[in-house]
């Protein structure tokens, strides 16, 4: 992969990409994920990843 991405594709291989792409929202996108998609009926290798329920410490809501 080269040094840049397609619009409107989230690069997994930026660290942090969550962040990268979402900033401070990307907690709050997970959390919706697992809420509205708890059993990931859309998920692809671009989707936002569900929040960890026991995992993520920093996610309350």
Known sequence: MGPAAHVNV????IEDWGTAYYGTHFDRLRVI???YDPHEVFSFEQSI???DLFG???ITK
């Not at 989230?10 to 291989?13: H, L, S």
Request: cysteine-free; aromatic content about 0%.
């Open 49 to 51: 990843p569900p929040a």
């Open 56 to 58: 993520d410490k920093h």
């Open 10 to 13: 989230p690069d997994r291989a």
């Open 33 to 35: 994920k697992r809420k």
